[in-house]
C-alpha cells in the first residue's frame, strides 16, 4: 500500500460505494474502505481494497477522501463527529458524491476550508449497474486543486465527468434537477406497466414494444425488467429516491417553481413506502400501482 498521503479513504460500500471503490482497485488506485457494516468492509478486503476499523482511520492521512453517503446528515456525521475531516492531511480534498441539497452542501465546504480543506462537490448517477461497469455520470464542482487530486478517482468511476464551474452546490444543484427527470420517468414506467396488464397486455412484449419505440426511456428500460423480478437486487432503494424527490420539491419551493409531475411522482413513491417496500429496489413502486389496482371496488 501506498504512503497514507498517496492513497485514497472511501466510506460508504454500500449498493454504489463498493463498485466504485472496487473500480477503483481495478485501475490500480490505493484504496483504504469503511462502511459500518463489518459484512461490507470483508466483502471489500476479498475484493482487493483495504479495510480501516472507523471512517477516521479510513481518512487518516489521506490526501482524498471519498464519501458515497445516503445524506448531508451522514456527511456531517462522518466528516466532523466521526473525525474524518480532522483526520486528513492539511489541503485534503473531500469528494462527496451523495444526493443533498446545495445548501448542505455549500456548508460543509465551508466547513472544511475553515481548515484549509477542499470540497468537490461530485453526486454520481447510473445505479449500482453504472457503479459497477465503472459507467457513471459525475456532476462535478469545485476548485482546480480538488479536480486534480480526484482525477485518477473521476476516470475510474465514470463515464462521463460534467465538470460545472468551482462554486461548491453547482453539481448538487444538477443533481436535484436530474432526479426530477430520473423520479417523474421512473413512476411514469410503473404506471405503464400496471395500465398494461390491466388492459391485457403481455408484460414481456409491452416492454419489446416501448423499449423499441417514441416511449422509451433510460428508466424505462432499467427499472421495468426488475420490476417483472419477484425479489431484484437492491440497485437504488425506494427510501432514497423519496429523499431525492424531496429535495426537488423543496428546489421548486424555494425558487418558486409549480413542479406538479414531481409531486405526483412523489405521492406514488411514498405510497410504496407506507406500504413497506421503503428498502426496496425503487422499482417497487409499481407495488403501489398494483396495491391500488387491487383495492375493493
Avoid at 460545472?164 to 420517468?185: D, M
Wanted: glycine share 10%; net charge negative.
Amino acid at each position: 500500500m501506498a504512503d497514507a498521503a498517496d492513497s485514497i479513504g472511501f466510506i460508504g460500500l454500500g449498493a454504489m460505494g463498493y463498485g466504485m471503490a472496487c473500480n477503483m482497485v481495478q485501475a490500480g488506485l490505493p484504496v483504504v474502505g469503511y462502511d459500518v457494516v463489518p459484512a461490507a468492509r470483508e466483502r471489500f478486503a476479498t475484493a482487493g481494497g483495504g479495510i480501516a476499523p472507523s471512517a477516521a482511520a479510513a481518512a487518516q492521512g489521506r490526501g482524498l477522501l471519498v464519501l458515497m453517503v445516503v445524506d448531508d446528515k451522514q456527511a456531517n456525521s462522518v466528516l466532523f463527529e466521526h473525525g474524518a475531516a480532522a483526520a486528513l492531511v492539511p489541503g485534503a480534498t473531500v469528494m462527496l458524491c451523495a444526493t443533498i441539497a446545495p445548501a448542505a452542501t455549500r456548508a460543509i465546504a465551508a466547513r472544511l476550508a475553515e481548515d484549509g480543506r477542499h470540497l468537490l462537490d461530485a453526486p454520481v448517477s447510473g445505479g449500482a449497474i453504472g457503479a459497477d461497469a465503472g459507467t457513471l455520470s459525475v456532476m462535478v464542482s469545485g476548485p482546480a486543486v480538488a479536480f486534480e487530486r480526484a482525477a485518477a478517482t473521476l476516470a475510474a468511476i465514470s463515464k462521463t465527468v460534467h465538470r460545472l464551474g468551482e462554486a461548491p452546490g453547482l453539481g448538487s444543484t444538477y443533481k436535484v434537477v436530474h432526479q426530477l427527470a430520473a423520479g417523474v420517468n421512473l413512476v411514469a414506467a410503473a404506471e405503464v406497466m400496471a395500465l398494461g396488464r390491466r388492459a391485457g397486455c403481455d408484460p414481456d412484449t409491452l416492454v419489446q414494444v416501448i423499449s423499441s419505440s417514441a416511449g422509451q426511456s433510460w428508466m424505462f428500460d432499467d427499472r421495468v425488467p426488475r420490476m417483472l423480478q419477484d425479489e431484484p437486487r437492491v440497485a437504488s432503494a425506494i427510501d432514497i429516491l423519496l429523499k431525492d424527490l424531496n429535495l426537488v420539491l423543496d428546489t421548486g419551493n424555494a425558487n418558486q417553481v409549480p413542479l406538479p409531475l414531481a409531486a405526483a411522482a412523489r405521492q406514488m413513491m411514498l405510497a410504496a413506502a407506507a406500504l413497506g417496500h421503503g428498502r426496496a429496489d425503487d422499482s417497487a413502486v409499481v407495488k403501489a400501482y398494483e396495491a391500488l389496482m387491487s383495492a375493493p371496488d
